[in-house]
């Protein structure tokens, strides 16, 4: 349905499909399997590499690492490296990246009212 190219959505698919061009940016900008769950990690306080590959207990480095790349690449996360020795990083929302929080906010309640029920 939506014509995205490594530069971004199509002018003539923006054109034609108006109406739901913005569910698709905003599809396009979560897409990956982690990214929400990384949005969600990082809603109450900035974290570094470490405390997010520790969060995320499954994902490879590389993974991370792309996932990380792409949500700063469409401004949803800042990273902030200190000069320090080893060097330390850290993530945090942008205030776009905070835009998106009601929606993720919106998908745990979902998952709890409809999930499987962990006991």
Same mark, same amino acid.
């Given at each position: ?8 959505? *199509? ?20 897409? /990956?399997? +982690?990214? =929400? ?6 809603? @109450?306080?900035?974290?570094? =590499? ?6 995320? +207990?499954?994902?490879?480095? /590389? ?10 690449? *469409? ?6 490296? =200190?000069?320090?020795? @080893? ?23 979902? /998952? ?6 962990? *006991?």
């Amino acid at each position: 349905m939506s014509k995205i190219c490594k530069d971004g959505f *199509d002018r003539e698919y923006v054109k034609e499909q108006r109406e739901v061009y913005g569910i698709a940016y905003t599809q396009n900008a979560l897409s /990956g399997r +982690w990214k =929400y769950l990384i949005l969600w990690f990082l809603k @109450p306080t900035e974290r570094r =590499y470490s405390e997010i590959k520790a969060f995320l +207990w499954n994902i490879s480095q /590389g993974s991370l690492t792309k996932q990380l790349r792409e949500l700063e690449a *469409d401004g949803l996360i800042s990273r902030k490296v =200190y000069p320090e020795v @080893p060097p330390r990083v850290e993530y945090s929302l942008t205030s776009k990246g905070e835009e998106l929080i009601p929606i993720i906010d919106l998908m745990e309640e979902f /998952g709890k009212k409809f999930g499987e029920h962990v *006991d």
